[in-house]
């Protein structure tokens, strides 16, 4: 009795990290000096050209995952319409969110997370995090993305990937 207890107790762990477990495969950015994991069915679609990111698409494409870098720039440089001195991941923020309809926001010093509808209703959730790397041989600021946009009717599926993407980029 007790050996069929033990028995079916390992089995049900085995079962609950099977679908618990992360994500399967990983894609590091040289560029700009990040890893990221992506879930084992989803397709890597190539790196840019410029080597800034690449995206995976789930089985049926009804799901995306982007990851990608950029330097960060003034943003005074980018707007003449802003002014100088403006914190460029609160920029940053402001201008990836610009039509969607946010549901949840956390801005903090180095990194900000989303999540909200885009205008197809599908849900996009995305972490940037700000860092300093070796650029080139010069210390520089980037941020670095990851964010994943699925159907909304998916959110079950998806959810804990978000969560994976709001662990990660540390």
Do not use: H, W
Request: proline share 5%.
């Amino acid at each position: 009795m007790k050996a069929t207890i033990c028995v079916t107790s390992l089995l049900l762990a085995i079962l609950c990290l099977s679908f618990t477990a992360g994500p399967g495969k990983q894609y590091c950015n040289n560029r700009f000096q990040f890893c990221m994991e992506y879930p084992d069915d989803f397709k890597a679609e190539g790196e840019s050209g410029n080597g800034d990111g690449q995206t995976f698409s789930a089985p049926k494409g009804t799901a995306k995952i982007a990851a990608f870098g950029q330097l960060v720039m003034d943003p005074a440089d980018i707007d003449e319409n802003v002014q100088p001195g403006t914190d460029p991941l609160k920029y940053n923020f402001k201008s990836v969110t610009k039509g969607l309809k946010l549901a949840y926001q956390v801005i903090k010093p180095n990194y900000y997370i989303y999540s909200g509808t885009n205008n197809k209703g599908e849900i996009v959730y995305c972490k940037t995090a700000k860092r300093k790397i070796d650029y080139m041989g010069s210390a520089s600021d980037v941020f670095q993305t990851i964010m994943i946009t699925y159907p909304a009717a998916e959110q079950d599926k998806y959810k804990d990937y978000c969560t994976y993407i709001a662990g990660s980029l540390k």
